[in-house]
């Protein structure tokens, strides 16, 4: 029997997966540009399944929507922690996966392929000292789970912005397809320097100093997909 946390890394990995995401919608939009007559009448059948189906597809970013205005200082900061710790572990431990978290009030949770707390202490005694450089390449990462809903959100606004286009004027089929194609380049050209724009933005506050731990404690499973061992990391600063 499967389990959840594998059920659930199977639906990131392969349903809410942004480019997966990203081009179901993709070939729907371009049906319809590309032959609109012929499916115009589907379109209005289906339209209610659609949007159910698209609304389920796009769960991350209504998620992301719904709570990112409504995030404290506090857990923007400790998000900031939380991913440059994970960072720094990943690099000491030469992985590009294997390792998460999730930031709280009063610190962050961390989980994965740990070896022990004297390493959490080490990554993010090396965060502190780099808090003070280029924040970018160890803070912001197209590997982080928050980066999900706002690709979703890229795709969801190309693809719409482009269907109503297709709705609204007779184009000609060379037009059609040339909107597709920038799409589809716009995308992945888009993705990361957007993506990392807005993690900065709307999930992260730079607006401290002095990041200290104050402890680091072994912890029960809260989420699905946390994975064993689980540490909560306590922290303090100035903000």
Same mark, same amino acid.
């Given at each position: 029997?499967?389990?959840?946390?594998?059920?659930?890394?199977?639906?990131?990995?392969?349903?809410?997966?942004?480019?997966?995401?990203?081009?179901?919608?993709?070939?729907?939009?371009?049906?319809?540009?590309?032959?609109?007559?012929?499916? =115009? &009448?589907?379109? +209005?059948?289906? /339209?209610?399944?659609? *949007?159910?189906?698209? %609304?389920? #597809?796009?769960?991350?970013?209504?998620?992301?929507?719904?709570?990112?205005?409504?995030?404290?200082?506090?857990?923007?900061?400790?998000?900031?922690?939380?991913?440059?710790?994970?960072?720094?572990?990943?690099?000491?431990?030469?992985?590009?996966?294997?390792?998460?978290?999730?930031?709280?009030?009063?610190?962050?949770?961390?989980?994965?392929?740990?070896?022990?707390?004297?390493?959490?202490?080490?990554?993010?005694?090396?965060?502190?000292?780099?808090?003070?450089?280029?924040?970018?390449?160890?803070?912001?990462?197209?590997?982080?789970?928050?980066?999900?809903?706002?690709?979703?959100?890229?795709? =969801? &606004?190309?693809? +719409?912005?482009? /269907?109503?286009?297709? *709705?609204?004027?007779? %184009?000609? #089929?060379?037009?059609?397809?040339?909107?597709?194609?920038?799409?589809?380049?716009?995308?992945?050209?888009?993705?990361?320097?957007?993506?990392?724009?807005?993690?900065?933005?709307?999930?992260?506050?730079?607006?401290?100093?002095?990041?200290?731990?104050?402890?680091?404690?072994?912890?029960?499973?809260?989420?699905?997909?946390?994975?064993?061992?689980?540490?909560?990391?306590?922290?303090?600063?100035?903000?």
């Amino acid at each position: 029997m499967i389990s959840e946390r594998k059920f659930a890394t199977f639906l990131l990995k392969y349903i809410f997966n942004p480019t997966i995401v990203f081009f179901v919608y993709f070939l729907l939009v371009s049906s319809f540009g590309l032959s609109r007559n012929e499916t =115009f &009448i589907f379109f +209005t059948v289906v /339209f209610p399944f659609l *949007l159910i189906a698209f %609304l389920f #597809l796009y769960l991350p970013l209504l998620a992301f929507l719904f709570r990112s205005p409504t995030l404290e200082k506090s857990i923007k900061i400790n998000h900031v922690l939380e991913h440059g710790t994970i960072f720094f572990l990943k690099e000491k431990y030469a992985i590009k996966r294997g390792v998460g978290g999730s930031a709280e009030k009063d610190g962050f949770r961390i989980y994965g392929k740990i070896k022990s707390k004297e390493d959490i202490q080490k990554a993010f005694e090396k965060l502190s000292q780099y808090l003070n450089g280029d924040t970018d390449s160890a803070l912001v990462s197209k590997y982080f789970g928050s980066n999900i809903p706002i690709l979703d959100g890229i795709s =969801f &606004i190309l693809l +719409t912005i482009s /269907f109503f286009v297709f *709705l609204a004027f007779d %184009l000609d #089929l060379t037009v059609v397809k040339i909107i597709l194609v920038a799409n589809i380049i716009l995308f992945f050209l888009l993705r990361y320097p957007v993506g990392k724009y807005f993690q900065r933005k709307c999930t992260m506050c730079f607006e401290f100093s002095e990041p200290k731990i104050i402890s680091i404690k072994k912890v029960g499973k809260k989420e699905i997909l946390e994975k064993s061992p689980i540490y909560f990391v306590e922290t303090k600063y100035k903000a």
